[in-house]
């Protein structure tokens, strides 16, 4: 007996024997049985014992065949002759029931409409836990319909329809966190200002780094965390404002890098938006002042890169209602490790047989119409960052080794290697060695235009200390770096 596990599809028809088949199995039990053996006489004990079993001449006498002094031997190997015959019928008989039975009745099954067996994999989505600041400085953005109603609610909406998340999870957070359910729609049509102190916690002044410290805390594997924040510090009566926003930093700082210690592949995106505000105003000594204008509030979302980057891709930033995103600050750990090759044709150069994609060899000036120097390309992927492409397209955010060469981006043709920009350098003259360029992880500019440094009246676009607060961020995730990624070229 014989296991084979070759489909019926896949069989070929073998020469001899007989193929069970059983339809509803990948696996087939096959009998082979000789032909010969079954449907005719072996040799019997007197023929081989017989002085003429060498020949096979049926022409031959009787007498040479079977001598008459020895009938009665004759007689017994007929009776064992026959006895053989019975016992090879019954074998062919039951060989042809285990065929019958494991055949499907004789009957051949077409296999593409047989089941197939399947393995299920099951998609474990990441959880959403979405903190809404409600201290007293949030309710002028929730009195009636307004913008942040509206880009919230759509924000959080998309989240859900997108099928990023089976599990979203709406709460209150001041001093407190106070868990208000998974309905989104429930949940915005009762932020009011009203509701909001009825929720309970401390809604008088705003500790930050403490706010940020709860969130991290709550935030585990498989979690994005989304912060929905005014972003104002509130230092509070008789307190030095500016040693404040110093200790707040540091605090965020340090409650940021105890986090990145435990999961270092996490990322912070933190957005910039604006809404109609018509409630208090609160200066850094807490007094309030009426207003009705726009005021800025931020997003941020935390948790690891992987998920992040998917959140963006499947609800990007423009897909946000009322004013849309302003400004963003994101930020990865680094450095790491990207794909990037020399482009060939890029120059006069030939690549190393060895070392293709980084190594350069014989570089020389271009010498047809008025090019009168060397250059190269180079492809790269940085789509693992969470940066604009505005970042990543800005000069003043790389750094380069040799200041001989100019550098210059762009975005890469469409390719099947991923590649999303070309760095393109230029030099007056031929240089060997390493070309190094990093990508350097800087604030962008907005942050400081959008801060408010002094906090005693509402300035407008501005927010008290939010580059404080950006600050402490940035200062976790370069503890012992400045850089994204570096990438390097050898020229021979």
């Given at each position: 007996?014989?296991?084979?596990?070759?489909?019926?599809?896949?069989?070929?028809?073998?020469?001899?024997?007989?193929?069970?088949?059983?339809?509803?199995?990948?696996?087939?039990?096959?009998?082979?049985?000789?032909?010969?053996?079954?449907?005719?006489?072996?040799p019997?004990?007197?023929?081989?014992s017989?002085?003429?079993?060498?020949?096979?001449?049926?022409s031959?006498?009787?007498?040479?065949?079977?001598?008459?002094?020895?009938?009665?031997?004759?007689?017994?190997?007929?009776?064992?002759?026959?006895?053989?015959?019975?016992?090879?019928?019954?074998?062919?008989?039951?060989?042809?029931?285990?065929?019958?039975?494991?055949?499907?009745?004789?009957?051949?099954?077409?296999?593409?409409?047989?089941?197939?067996?399947?393995?299920?994999?099951?998609?474990?989505?990441?959880?959403?836990?979405?903190?809404?600041?409600?201290?007293?400085?949030?309710?002028?953005?929730?009195?009636?319909?307004?913008?942040?109603?509206?880009?919230?609610?759509?924000?959080?909406t998309?989240?859900?329809?997108?099928?990023?998340?089976?599990?979203?999870?709406?709460?209150?957070?001041?001093?407190?966190?106070?868990?208000?359910?998974?309905?989104?729609?429930?949940?915005?049509?009762?932020?009011?200002?009203?509701?909001?102190?009825?929720?309970?916690?401390?809604?008088?002044?705003?500790?930050?780094?403490n706010?940020?410290?709860?969130?991290?805390t709550?935030?585990?594997?498989?979690?994005?965390?989304?912060l929905?924040?005014?972003g104002?510090?509130?230092?509070?009566?008789?307190?030095?404002?500016?040693?404040?926003?110093?200790?707040?930093?540091?605090?965020?700082?340090?409650?940021?890098?105890?986090?990145?210690?435990?999961?270092?592949?996490?990322?912070?995106?933190?957005?910039?938006?604006?809404?109609?505000?018509?409630?208090?105003?609160?200066?850094?000594?807490?007094?309030?002042?009426?207003?009705?204008?726009?005021?800025?509030?931020?997003?941020?979302?935390?948790?690891?890169?992987?998920?992040?980057?998917?959140?963006?891709?499947?609800?990007?930033?423009?897909?946000?209602?009322?004013?849309?995103?302003?400004?963003?600050?994101?930020?990865?750990?680094g450095?790491?490790?990207?794909?990037?090759?020399?482009?060939?044709?890029?120059?006069?150069?030939?690549?190393?047989?060895?070392?293709?994609?980084?190594?350069?060899?014989?570089?020389?000036?271009?010498?047809?119409?008025?090019?009168?120097?060397?250059?190269?390309?180079?492809?790269?992927?940085?789509?693992?960052?969470?940066?604009?492409?505005?970042?990543?397209?800005?000069?003043?955010?790389?750094?380069?080794?040799?200041?001989?060469?100019?550098?210059?981006?762009?975005?890469?043709?469409?390719?099947?290697?991923?590649?999303?920009?070309?760095?393109?350098?230029?030099?007056?003259?031929?240089?060997?060695?390493?070309?190094?360029?990093?990508?350097?992880?800087?604030?962008?500019?907005?942050?400081?235009?959008?801060?408010?440094?002094?906090?005693?009246?509402?300035?407008?676009?501005?927010?008290?200390?939010?580059?404080?607060?950006?600050?402490?961020?940035?200062?976790?995730?370069?503890?012992?770096?400045n850089?994204?990624?570096?990438?390097?070229?050898?020229?021979?």
């Amino acid at each position: 007996m014989k296991i084979d596990k070759t489909t019926y599809k896949d069989r070929k028809e073998r020469p001899s024997g007989m193929t069970a088949y059983h339809a509803s199995r990948p696996d087939k039990v096959l009998f082979f049985a000789d032909t010969h053996f079954l449907f005719k006489s072996r040799p019997t004990l007197h023929t081989l014992s017989s002085p003429t079993c060498r020949h096979t001449n049926q022409s031959l006498p009787k007498s040479a065949i079977l001598p008459t002094h020895n009938l009665n031997n004759h007689l017994n190997n007929l009776k064992l002759k026959s006895m053989n015959k019975a016992i090879h019928v019954l074998y062919g008989f039951v060989v042809i029931l285990l065929l019958t039975s494991c055949g499907n009745s004789g009957k051949k099954t077409n296999n593409n409409n047989a089941p197939k067996d399947s393995v299920k994999v099951e998609i474990i989505r990441p959880t959403v836990n979405v903190y809404i600041e409600n201290s007293g400085s949030m309710d002028g953005y929730v009195k009636g319909v307004t913008e942040f109603e509206q880009a919230v609610y759509n924000y959080l909406t998309d989240i859900k329809i997108s099928q990023f998340t089976d599990s979203l999870n709406l709460f209150y957070i001041n001093s407190d966190i106070i868990p208000q359910g998974s309905d989104i729609s429930d949940f915005i049509e009762k932020l009011e200002p009203n509701n909001f102190k009825n929720k309970g916690g401390s809604r008088g002044t705003t500790d930050i780094s403490n706010l940020l410290k709860c969130v991290l805390t709550e935030t585990c594997p498989n979690e994005i965390a989304i912060l929905v924040t005014d972003g104002i510090f509130s230092p509070g009566k008789g307190k030095d404002a500016e040693q404040y926003l110093v200790n707040q930093q540091i605090g965020i700082k340090s409650n940021m890098a105890a986090y990145l210690k435990k999961y270092p592949n996490s990322a912070v995106v933190i957005y910039q938006l604006s809404s109609q505000f018509d409630g208090l105003y609160y200066n850094h000594e807490d007094y309030g002042t009426k207003i009705n204008e726009q005021r800025p509030y931020y997003i941020w979302i935390i948790g690891e890169t992987d998920l992040i980057n998917d959140l963006i891709i499947k609800v990007p930033e423009n897909k946000f209602k009322g004013s849309g995103v302003q400004n963003v600050f994101s930020i990865t750990g680094g450095p790491k490790s990207v794909d990037y090759a020399v482009k060939m044709g890029s120059g006069n150069f030939d690549l190393d047989k060895q070392e293709p994609k980084t190594t350069i060899e014989n570089l020389k000036k271009e010498t047809k119409g008025k090019q009168n120097s060397a250059r190269f390309s180079v492809n790269v992927n940085l789509s693992g960052f969470l940066l604009s492409d505005n970042y990543l397209r800005d000069i003043s955010n790389y750094e380069l080794n040799n200041k001989d060469f100019a550098l210059t981006i762009c975005n890469s043709v469409s390719n099947s290697f991923g590649y999303t920009h070309q760095l393109n350098f230029e030099s007056g003259s031929v240089h060997k060695g390493v070309i190094s360029v990093k990508l350097k992880t800087l604030i962008p500019q907005w942050v400081e235009e959008k801060n408010d440094s002094i906090g005693t009246a509402p300035v407008k676009g501005k927010t008290y200390g939010i580059k404080y607060q950006i600050h402490g961020v940035y200062e976790a995730f370069t503890i012992s770096n400045n850089y994204y990624t570096e990438i390097k070229i050898k020229i021979n």
